[in-house]
């Protein structure tokens, strides 16, 4: 789990939450991304954005909002 | 329900059911193709409290308290009650004005934009192209980093402030209070035009709650919806307002308001034209007017109902934009800059002009760069 690269999107607006996402995810074929949202709005896209993108999603809820893990 | 609102076609469900819902509201009072219309309606609230003094369109809209109540009981029920702020709250106090600005030059938010087109008022066209090169534009900002910042955690009693505001309106409208000399003081309530037509008071009340209810739930937002379709090709927020617009103009159909044309009734000799309801046919500023609304909308993060339906979820940036559009109603009938059914005000061209040198500074400048 050593090569995990966190995105913090926490407090941001639609859809920039998943902008920063799209940007972590470009050129990787494989790995492990997680994003810090804030809403459950926020949460939705940036799962459902993993998803149509072919990653496997997973997510949890944090001190402040949510953790959304797209694994490869 | 809850299950099929928040699924994928959440949007699509409740784009539907809101169209039937505004249809039906326009059938039982409201305005011509103005069921919803978070702008006009959000306008006439302002002339109710007085904050401008256009004698036509005064009225204390139940819509609007019942989506922020709608979505505020709903973000409560399914614990998405979440008070944040503090994303350049002034920005998009500026950008709420605007937004307002050029939805009262089109004549309409983007909901009525829809709307219009569904009831056949071909003006709208024009309207709805300009909604979508706004949000175009809005677009090239986001993929150049624009943001306004991050909004962070409030305490819980923050997210309230729109919701108890949404109650004061609604104590206003049943009590319908006088704080001076009678007719000379608000509360403004309009006896001829459009502010004079509505939905009983419970039937709208009603309608906000359950809409707030269903946007709160499936995320139904129509700028969104093109936002997402052009950026991310993501339709299932786009699907919501096709099925709002499909089922309001089959509405409309059943009932007999879908009036296809510019007008409903050409002018012939000695008769004179029948224009659609609440719209003009200056079409350079139909298209622009919801440009700059459209590029406004696409800067804060979503359309007017959308804002509204954060409000209620604690969003207090949200809030402040909401009372941006308050204002900029307010600015657009004392300032001569709001459009009727004759054409544009004597200052429509010029605050469109403006609102559109704002928001393309506001988008130019704010392009933090975050890591």
Redesign the interface.
């Known amino acids: 789990m050593s090569d995990t690269i966190t995105v913090n999107a926490s407090g941001l607006s639609c859809p920039q939450p998943v902008i920063e996402t799209k940007k972590a995810l470009s050129g990787l074929s494989s790995g492990r991304v997680e994003v810090l949202v804030d809403t459950a709005t926020s949460r939705n896209n940036v799962a459902r954005f993993g998803e149509n993108k072919g990653w496997r999603v997973t997510t949890e809820e944090r001190e402040g909002g949510f953790r959304v893990i797209l694994e490869k | 329900m809850d299950k099929v609102l928040?699924s994928?076609n959440g949007p699509w469900i409740a784009g539907g059911i809101i169209g039937l819902i505004a249809v039906a509201l326009a059938h039982f009072g409201n305005p011509g193709n103005m069921g919803f219309c978070v702008a006009c309606f959000t306008r006439d609230i302002a002339g109710a409290l007085g904050l401008h003094r256009a004698g036509v369109v005064q009225y204390l809209r139940p819509e609007i308290p019942g989506f922020i109540l709608g979505s505020f009981l709903s973000a409560l029920l399914f614990r998405?009650y979440?008070p944040?702020g503090?994303?350049s709250p002034a920005v998009r106090f500026g950008l709420g004005v605007f937004a307002m600005l050029g939805a009262l030059v089109f004549l309409g938010c983007p909901w009525r934009a829809y709307l219009r087109v569904a009831g056949g008022d071909w003006n709208a066209l024009y309207g709805v192209g300009g909604l979508a090169v706004g949000v175009l534009i809005g677009i090239g900002f986001?993929?150049h980093g624009f943001?306004?910042?991050?909004?962070?955690?409030n305490p819980k009693a923050a997210g309230l402030i729109m919701p108890l505001m949404a109650v004061a309106l609604l104590a206003f409208l049943f009590l319908a209070p006088t704080f001076g000399e009678a007719g000379k003081a608000p509360i403004f309530f309009s006896t001829s035009g459009p502010g004079s037509k509505h939905a009983p008071v419970l039937m709208a009340l009603g309608a906000g709650l359950i809409v707030g209810w269903f946007a709160q739930r499936s995320?139904f937002?129509t700028v969104?919806a093109l936002?997402?379709l052009f950026?991310?090709g993501?339709a299932?927020l786009f699907k919501g307002i096709v099925a709002f617009t499909v089922v309001a103009f089959a509405a409309n159909y059943a009932l007999g308001t879908f009036h296809p044309g510019f007008v409903i009734t050409p002018a012939a000799e000695g008769v004179k034209a029948v224009p659609q309801p609440v719209a003009h046919m200056d079409q350079l500023w139909n298209f622009l007017g919801m440009v700059l609304s459209g590029l406004a909308f696409t800067l804060?993060?979503?359309c007017p109902g959308r804002q509204l339906i954060m409000a209620g979820?604690g969003d207090s940036?949200a809030g402040i934009f909401v009372l941006g559009m308050l204002v900029g109603a307010a600015v657009a009938h004392n300032f001569s800059a709001a459009s009727s059914g004759a054409g544009i005000g004597p200052m429509g061209a010029h605050v469109t002009v403006i609102g559109l040198v704002f928001c393309l500074a506001v988008g130019l400048f704010f392009q933090p760069s975050?890591s």
């Open positions: 928040t994928r998405e979440s944040r503090g994303s986001l993929w943001s306004l910042g991050a909004a962070e955690n995320r937002c969104g936002r997402d950026m991310m993501d299932h804060a993060g979503g979820e940036d975050r």
